[in-house]
């Protein structure tokens, strides 16, 4: 019996009780659809975050006061006090920090703000008239917070779109109108272009202030939260991290670098943070979604178990009839194969048209990955060879007499 002979027969048996064989295929289509769908999920999850970080600009060093990073681990980053405004006025004026084109100086605490009935709590964020240059921020309406409203503390404001819609709603023009953060008014000079993101990426839901206004008649602070910096080059990004930090232990008397009060992380040190995370996160919930394909395995065993108990005098006839055991073997694999395989498509399918969905809705990138549609096929056709096996074996080892004599 060659292949294609095999191969027929093998369709038309399963063919013969349909029902019982799409139930067969079923955990493999929804494992083999999970893993891809999941898969694409975390991608595009892990693309999108990587877009939004790296339209914060390209060159972008970021000072943050707390522990000194040690391998991946930093610790209480951005929760102590020792960066000031003189820190930020020494990187931007010393004669060493030569690879660094702009500085800075930010503070930043999330507040509850108002405006005639609506409220949200957003991200505020003291800024000086450099804020715009070194995080690529470009307004849509208005203008931005100038060197004259951070020396004379007003009490102006620029919004993100988000800000807006939430206060004001959809396509309302905030420029002139007024907002209160912790109970002091701020007039809206400014909208911002839309970049955005969700959670704690979302830069579209923030709300810039003169940085000295945020210290000093805001929030009561003689320090900075963070001095973000623009390099002059991806390539010099090292050897800013270099000079900044030899200034700063410096400042801060600090001789070991180790026992620093500061950290300086640069975009790769983020994005790679962040690769890490939702990498290690699509691999818990691939993970989660391949307990399916055991369990469809399992389900493709029991069946081809029962079959090969329904069949057994068939099997025998065909034993008596001079069928090789490699023959038997060979058919009941190429059925568990069959069910492995047009399970596997099918679940490819759904899992991309899945992935397509959650895509459109969520308004988020589709991304499907080659690895994981051809990782799906290799996996469906494995179940099916580790779980047909079993009964492809007992089917080719049980005795023609036996067998013909089986009710």
Request: no cysteine.
């Amino acid at each position: 019996m060659n292949f294609l002979e095999l191969f027929l027969e093998s369709l038309t048996t399963l063919t013969v009780n349909k029902l019982r064989t799409g139930l067969a295929m079923l955990g493999i289509v929804i494992g083999i659809g999970s893993v891809i769908a999941l898969v694409s999920l975390g991608q595009a999850s892990q693309q999108a975050i990587q877009d939004r970080i790296q339209s914060l600009g390209a060159n972008l060093l970021t000072v943050e006061p707390g522990a000194q990073r040690t391998g991946a681990v930093r610790g209480a980053a951005g929760g102590d006090t020792s960066l000031t405004n003189a820190d930020a006025q020494a990187i931007a004026s010393s004669p060493q920090v030569t690879t660094i084109k702009a500085v800075s100086p930010e503070y930043s605490r999330r507040s509850q703000v108002t405006t005639g009935g609506a409220n949200t709590n957003t991200q505020v964020i003291g800024v000086t008239d450099t804020y715009p240059e070194v995080h690529k921020v470009t307004l849509s309406s208005g203008s931005f917070i100038s060197q004259r409203d951070v020396d004379g503390l007003t009490k102006v404001a620029v919004v993100g779109p988000q800000v807006v819609s939430d206060l004001f709603g959809n396509g309302a023009n905030p420029i002139g109108q007024t907002l209160r953060i912790s109970g002091q008014t701020f007039t809206i000079i400014g909208e911002t272009v839309s970049k955005g993101g969700s959670g704690f990426l979302n830069q579209d839901d923030i709300i810039y202030i003169p940085l000295t206004t945020a210290q000093k008649q805001l929030f009561g602070a003689n320090y900075l939260t963070s001095i973000a910096l623009e390099a002059n080059s991806e390539s010099v990004m090292t050897a800013a991290q270099n000079q900044v930090g030899y200034l700063l232990l410096a400042r801060h008397k600090f001789n070991d670098p180790t026992q620093a009060d500061f950290s300086i992380l640069s975009q790769q040190d983020i994005l790679n943070t962040v690769s890490s995370t939702t990498s290690t996160f699509t691999a818990l919930l691939s993970g989660i979604a391949a307990i399916s394909l055991l369990v469809g395995g399992i389900g493709i065993m029991n069946i081809m178990l029962v079959t090969v108990t329904e069949r057994t005098r068939e099997i025998g006839l065909r034993k008596a009839l001079g069928a090789k055991k490699r023959i038997i073997t060979a058919q009941f694999l190429t059925e568990s194969m069959i069910l492995t395989f047009t399970g596997g498509i099918i679940g490819v399918v759904l899992g991309i048209v899945a992935s397509y969905i959650i895509s459109r809705v969520n308004n988020s990138l589709f991304v499907i990955s080659p690895s994981s549609v051809l990782l799906a096929f290799v996996v469906s056709a494995g179940v099916g060879v580790l779980f047909g096996w079993y009964p492809a074996r007992r089917a080719a080892g049980l005795q023609p007499i036996e067998a013909l004599r089986y009710e």
